[in-house]
Every structure is written in structure tokens, then in C-alpha cells.
T-cell receptor, first 113, second 113 residues
Framework: GENVGLHLPTLSVQEGDNSIINCAYSNSASDYFIWYKQESGKGPQFIIDIRSNMDKRQGQRVTVLLNKTVKHLSLQIAATQPGDSAVYFCAENIGGSNYKLTFGKGTLLTVNP | DTGVSQDPRHKITKRGQNVTFRCDPISEHNRLYWYRQTLGQGPEFLTYFQNEAQLEKSRLLSDRFSAERPKGSFSTLEIQRTEQGDSAMYLC???????????FGSGTRLTVV
């Protein structure tokens, strides 16, 4: 089937719970980070971003936390809904003005009604 | 529709054939990116245009790949003498100089048989 060979980290939550998706990055020169949501058959959709001079940023139902000491990024989704089910990617800009992004391994979020 | 448009959505081709994909970015976006995504992986950077100038190319972009953005608006990505390893989703993204978050298109899924 389509998922053969797909070895994504997975997170399964109940509707209404909060979700936390984690991402480790490797390059201390990274100065900008983005979280994307990707539904099956679609391109990545921007969720929220954060620059390296910040450690927290909030959006609508989402919060991104950045810990530069341990090179860790997290995405918190409040009151998770079935429509939040998707693959979530973190991406980093490893310095430079061209803002080409390096994507991490995605996490598959499944929200159970 | 003011999003990033990609055409075709799907392409099946025989090994050895040439294929060309088109991307129409958001009209006011002068930065344009091509990425490639294989199943279960995050997108990988291929190339970057600022207006009509191709400013950066990844080592992933072999000699069989060429991208153009002739008038600084739409872009094309051509793959010559396709190989089975070229099978992937090819994603286009655009942004303005002030907005760092990309907007991605829905991609062109290429299958080489």
C-alpha cells in the first residue's frame, strides 16, 4: 500500500486534547524556523514561524517553543481537532539570505474523534 | 485563486522521456523555490530564483535538471532522460522579500515507469 516504507514518528491523540510535536535540529547557525502541516496529496501549509532571537511565539491554537541550548523546537496545538490530522514538519533556515529551508522528518498526527 | 499553482498535478512518464513542470507563484512574490519530496520524507531544496535570476542550486539538481524563470513570473522545471529515481513530488513555493514564510503549491507528482 501507499504507506509501505513510511516510518514517520506518530502521535495519536483524542479530540479536544492538547498535542505536542517535537523536533530536534542540528545546526547552531539556524536563525529561523517554521512549522508546516501537510495533508495527503497537498503541499505543506504554513502554520507558524519563529526567529532565533525568540523562545516562544503564539498563534491561533498553536504555540512554538524554541530551546536553542538543546537545539529543540516544539509545536503545541491546543484543543486538537480531527481537521488537525496531518503530517507536521519543522524546517530551519541554516543562515544565509536565500532562506532555503531544511526540513526535518515529519510527525504523523492522528486525532481520534 | 491567489495561491501558488502547479501544473500538471500528476505526470506518469516512461523512463528516458523528458518532462516539464510549471509553477505560477503568487503574483507579488519575487522569490521562487523548487523542492522535491519523496514518500515519508520532508521536502528537499532544489533551486531558488529571485526575480528571473537563479541564485542557488542544490547538488541534488543533476545535469539532467534545468529550471527557468524567464520573466520573473512563472517558472518551469525540466527533467531530461527521466530515471525511476526521479519519481517524487515536485513542490514549488514563493515568498516576498519581507515575508519569510513560504507559500507552497500542491505539487506535481511524477511517476517514472
Amino acid at each position: 500500500g501507499e504507506n509501505v516504507g513510511l516510518h514517520l514518528p506518530t502521535l495519536s491523540v483524542q479530540e479536544g486534547d492538547n498535542s505536542i510535536i517535537n523536533c530536534a535540529y542540528s545546526n547552531s547557525a539556524s536563525d529561523y524556523f517554521i512549522w508546516y502541516k501537510q495533508e495527503s496529496g497537498k503541499g505543506p501549509q504554513f502554520i507558524i514561524d519563529i526567529r532565533s532571537n525568540m523562545d516562544k511565539r503564539q498563534g491561533q491554537r498553536v504555540t512554538v517553543l524554541l530551546n536553542k541550548t538543546v537545539k529543540h523546537l516544539s509545536l503545541q496545538i491546543a484543543a486538537t481537532q480531527p481537521g488537525d490530522s496531518a503530517v507536521y514538519f519543522c524546517a530551519e533556515n541554516i543562515g544565509g539570505s536565500n532562506y532555503k529551508l531544511t526540513f526535518g522528518k515529519g510527525t504523523l498526527l492522528t486525532v481520534n474523534p | 485563486d491567489t495561491g501558488v499553482s502547479q501544473d500538471p498535478r500528476h505526470k506518469i512518464t516512461k523512463r528516458g522521456q523528458n518532462v516539464t513542470f510549471r509553477c505560477d507563484p503568487i503574483s507579488e512574490h519575487n522569490r521562487l523555490y523548487w523542492y522535491r519530496q519523496t514518500l515519508g520524507q520532508g521536502p528537499e531544496f532544489l533551486t531558488y530564483f529571485q526575480n528571473e535570476a537563479q541564485l542557488e542550486k542544490s547538488r541534488l539538481l543533476s545535469d539532467r535538471f534545468s529550471a527557468e524563470r524567464p520573466k520573473g513570473s512563472f517558472s518551469t522545471l525540466e527533467i531530461q532522460r527521466t530515471e525511476q529515481g526521479d519519481s517524487a513530488m515536485y513542490l514549488c513555493a514563493s515568498r516576498t522579500g519581507q515575508n519569510y514564510g513560504y507559500t507552497f503549491g500542491s505539487g506535481t507528482r511524477l511517476t517514472v515507469v
